[in-house]
């Protein structure tokens, strides 16, 4: 597993690259960020997750519509960025966890500033 995790963090750094540095040239992809890569046992697919500054939902679809649009192209690259056998299938998966952990501490500091019940007993 130690290869494919090599792999994974590998074209993680890639598609990341070509995102920061400006190659995918669609206004669509800004305050994009790869979170995750995960390569089938073959090498064939690829499941690329994304989040995205907003949680707007046009705005996740835009940067959905504009990942989904470059994905040949950024199959190309990593083809020759990469050395594989195979160059695999990418697919862009939205990846909320990082709004869903943002909610969490959002209510775990709500609860912080409660007020105490119960605090001494009756004595």
Do not use: W
């Not at 989904?68 to 990593?78: D, P």
């Amino acid at each position: 597993m130690v290869r494919m995790e090599k792999v994974n963090q590998q074209i993680k750094r890639e598609i990341g690259n070509m995102i920061q540095y400006g190659e995918i040239n669609d206004p669509r992809l800004t305050f994009v960020t790869i979170t995750y890569v995960e390569c089938s046992k073959d090498l064939q697919h690829a499941r690329v997750g994304f989040s995205v500054l907003s949680n707007d939902r046009k705005e996740i679809q835009n940067v959905q519509e504009g990942l989904s649009s470059a994905r040949g192209f950024v199959r190309k690259l990593i083809g020759q960025r990469v050395r594989l056998r195979y160059t695999p299938e990418i697919v862009f998966i939205h990846d909320n966890s990082l709004s869903y952990a943002s909610k969490i501490d959002q209510t775990l500091e709500e609860i912080k500033k409660m007020p105490k019940e119960g605090g001494k007993a009756d004595e």
